[in-house]
Nanobody, 121 residues
Framework: QVRLAESGGGLVQAGGSLRLSCVAS????????MGWYRQAPGKQRDLVAT???????NYAGAVKGRFTISRDNAKDTITLQMNSLKPEDTAVYYC???????????????WGQGTQVTVSS
């Protein structure tokens, strides 16, 4: 069993900031790339940002310059610092991780349950 637990979502005014965290737990051998995705009501789930174990990052154009993704490999944790938030950022934010499990003997993508971010105007 692998679990990804997100935290830090909430309600914030436009122009404000939030910091999301995600920690992996359970029985696994290794965590590769991790990232954040978001899904607004009635829309598809879109990539926000990803980060490799080596710190290589990739951002969606809509958040570039405003959001910062980081990770702690020792704790299998990632964070998403969100600044200058806009109403368009309102969505459920999901943590994703590519993880190797010895029981299943394979790499697979795992997802958290999501945390709600609401930005008011």
């Amino acid at each position: 069993q692998v679990r990804l637990a997100e935290s830090g979502g909430g309600l914030v005014q436009a122009g404000g900031s939030l910091r999301l965290s995600c920690v992996a737990s359970g029985r696994y051998c290794g965590v590769d790339i991790m990232g954040w995705y978001r899904q607004a009501p009635g829309k598809q789930r879109d990539l926000v940002a990803t980060i490799t174990r080596g710190g290589n990052t990739n951002y969606a154009g809509a958040v570039k310059g405003r959001f910062t993704i980081s990770r702690d490999n020792a704790k299998d944790t990632i964070t998403l610092q969100m600044n200058s938030l806009k109403p368009e950022d309102t969505a459920v934010y999901y943590c994703q991780a590519h993880i190797w499990t010895s029981g299943d003997r394979q790499w697979a993508d795992y997802w958290g349950q999501g945390t709600q971010v609401t930005v008011s105007s």
